[in-house]
């Protein structure tokens, strides 16, 4: 297990009640998401001011464009010095690496690029309707090996695939699993969920976790007893 798997998903309309949750956090402890909400309301601006708390920031805008765009967006990410940012792996090969590719200037201080393979809120039924007749689990594989083709550093997928691409694609290859719920948690809009525990045993890398924290009561007792779980 990584020494600092969780990374905390941002998702506020109120930059003040964010950053009142942020400052209790310890960088050394989780990492942060910034997605569409938060950076269409506050913009490269909030991601500054959480970097400047010591937090790496994943910038989870799910890049999905023509290969130019998304090289651009790509670029301009790294120029925010972010972690870790992300494209649609369904925006294809010549997409993704494009985005690679516009990363190659920044040798080690490029972001960890990383593909959506299929969204933790999907069933493989709900995939039918948009004409994917494969289930989740073989669009997921299907997608993640374009992401591998493409030599991207990894995929956001369910814990519920992590066994499978782990031992497909190895160790270097991230895998970013959303959809995790503590046991007894609400499962909200997720479909592929697992909890902390079985989703590292299963090799997720990286756990993002959203509203069973920041929805929490006491979110910093949420995320102890999250550690506690893993530990
Ligand atoms: O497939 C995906 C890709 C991204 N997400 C994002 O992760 C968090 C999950 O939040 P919860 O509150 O823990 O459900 C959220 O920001 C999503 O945009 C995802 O859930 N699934």
Redesign the pocket.
Known sequence: MLENPIVV?L?FDNKFKALQLVDKLDPCLCRL?I?KEMFTLFGPDLVKELQNRGFDVFL?L?FHDIPNTVAKAVTAAAELGVWMVNVHASGGLAMMEAARKALLPYGENAPLLIA?T????MSSEELQLVGVHASAAEQVTRLAQLSFDAGLNGV?C?AQEAHTLKHRFGEDFKLVT???RPQGSDV???KRIMTPKSALDAGADYL?????I?QAAEPLAALEAIYQSIR
């Open positions: 998903a998702d998401k997605g989870d799910k959506v299929v969204l933790t809120s956001v369910s959303p959809g995790i909200g809009d997720q993002v976790i959203g509203r069973p920041t």
